[in-house]
């Protein structure tokens, strides 16, 4: 590609464009017009009606009584929800991101899992919502198979795909597929002289795992999580669709809020949401955090 | 990288990678830890198959009672979503929207990341925290922000049904933001945008010349796959949609969910394999560079 420049006139290397230092910012203007008017703007409005309270008065109150109602087990519950999906997902994830990489398995099925976590990372909502009422819903297929085959009614367990341990394992649909994403280049990362140079010190293959790969991965694992708790604690579709949004969660709340102000109180409902945004700020920067903590190891 | 194995594990499995001759990799390596692998992988895939196939079955059962077997497989759900106006227009919709979303997208994105690039490099973390500002405020947040803006009289957009559709492909385009940056981002950073700039300035190209003749050709690639992921979003989106413009195709399948029994189950799977087409281009066109990490919305 370079020699083809090679036969261009002197004059053209580091010629700056008209009046570039001046107007250059202009060039990113469509950039920032477009987030603020459909970013802050919104955000902003959100941010000033939390302080607005029900008498007209400006303060603090609203923050108060996220504390108060309905309102701080929707949030518990949103962070059970995400916590213990984002859990069992990263470490199935990461296991199976682990399997296809290093367990020796046939070579077509990294591409596959890869594909099919694209694939599944991205089926969520509507469609997956009732995927699993087909599946495990009252007449679904393996609640019937059980029922019949075994004789084993799924439902006296207390086992309810509409109760919280049922949307857990809604959730994991997208979340372990999103974890084999994140984490597989961290996996892909660890390199064959960090196995030797252990095995030739006698290290186990456990003692590898417990003392190199493991540390090494840890930012990655960790900040992968993260990234899987915000997934599932922004999520609305899905649990707005199983259960028509009477499961006590943040994000139902406030989509209910905006249809008919359940709350009585519109400047709470923006604290809720204002809430929300600040479980997730956290959450992503604590996400950058590690993953650039990650890069140093991971680097090629 | 996966590395095959030098012996092949025992039991019929051991059996069946001998026969598709998959061993034999350089790297092979010692132990035989491949039975967890395969005990994962088999789990892995049990889980995401057995809903898809329960789906398949019940939308299969239109014949009968929910709880009554079929003497054989009943496609009338099927006929009958394909009768169904709404799922083709809904899908139409959908798919303009996402189209629209694209092109506004690559429009915004593909100058700024290259202006970022070539010009104002102390923007690049400004940039890059506005892109992922869709991550920190989720869809619901958005939306809700979005409404109460947009539908009182200083910003009345909402009033009229263009208006809604306008504001949904806003906040569509925010929503790509992330993946339409992180891609193009990645594209500019293979080629070299200095010298094809400078090559093209001493030719005599304005920059609007530039971008569209010699920048965009080369981003091609990157630009599709962005283009992809938005789709593959857009498409199925519930929550922005059903607040701002209820006539894509999620709030469709929504609405059919609780409508209908056994058209949900085929509609679902349709939408399924939507999104498998989307991922397929969406590898197609990725293959050769590396494994990027896709975040995906529309939860």
Known sequence: ?300 | MSGGGSAPPFGPLGVMRSWLRLSGSPRARRGSGAWWAWLVVILGILYFFVPLAATLEFSLRACAPPNQPCTAPDFSAYANTFDDPFFFSTLAFSFVVGLVTIVISLLIIVPTAYWVRLRVPRLRPVVEFVTLLPFVIPPVVLVFGLIRIYSRPPLLVTATNFGSVALLVAAYVVLSFPYMYRAVDAGLAAMDVRVLTEAAQSMGAGWRKILWSVIFPNLRTAALSGAFLTLAIVVGEFTIGNFLAPYGFGPYISLLGRDKIFEPAAVSLISFGLTWLAMIFLALVGRGRGSRVQVAGAR
């Open chain 1, 1 to 300: 590609m370079s020699s083809a420049e090679q036969t261009t006139p002197v004059t053209a290397p580091k010629r700056p464009a008209r009046t570039a230092s001046t107007w250059s910012w202009l060039g990113v203007l469509p950039f920032f017009l477009w987030a603020v008017m459909f970013i802050a703007l919104p955000a902003a409005f959100l941010f000033v009606g939390s302080f607005l309270l029900r008498d007209g008065s400006v303060g603090l109150q609203n923050y108060a009584d996220l504390t108060t109602g309905a309102i701080l087990p929707a949030f518990a519950n949103s962070i059970y929800l995400s916590f213990f999906s984002a859990l069992i997902g990263a470490i199935f994830g990461f296991l199976l991101a682990a399997a296809v990489i290093l367990g020796n398995l046939p070579r077509f099925m990294r591409s596959a899992l890869m594909t099919f976590s694209g694939v599944a990372s991205n089926f969520a909502g509507v469609p997956l919502a009732l995927a699993f009422v087909f599946t495990l819903g009252n007449l679904g297929l393996v609640t019937k198979m059980l029922a019949e085959t075994f004789g084993f009614n799924l439902r006296a367990t207390g086992f309810s795909l509409y109760s919280m341990e049922g949307l857990i394992l809604v959730y994991l649909y997208f979340q372990f597929p999103l974890m084999v994403l994140v984490i597989a280049p961290s996996i892909d990362g660890l390199r064959r002289e960090w196995r030797e140079a252990a095995e030739n010190l006698g290290a186990t293959p456990y003692q590898f795992w417990r003392k190199v790969a493991l540390p090494i991965l840890m930012p990655s694992i960790l900040g992968a999580g993260i990234l899987l708790f915000g997934n599932a604690f922004g999520a609305q579709a899905t649990a707005f669709q199983l259960s028509g949004g009477t499961i006590p969660l943040a994000t139902l709340m406030i989509s209910s809020q905006m249809s008919g102000d359940v709350l009585f109180n519109p400047g709470l409902g923006y604290a809720v949401a204002m809430g929300m945004v600040a479980i997730m700020a956290v959450s992503i920067v604590a996400y950058s955090v590690l993953q650039r903590r990650s890069e140093s190891w991971l680097r090629r």
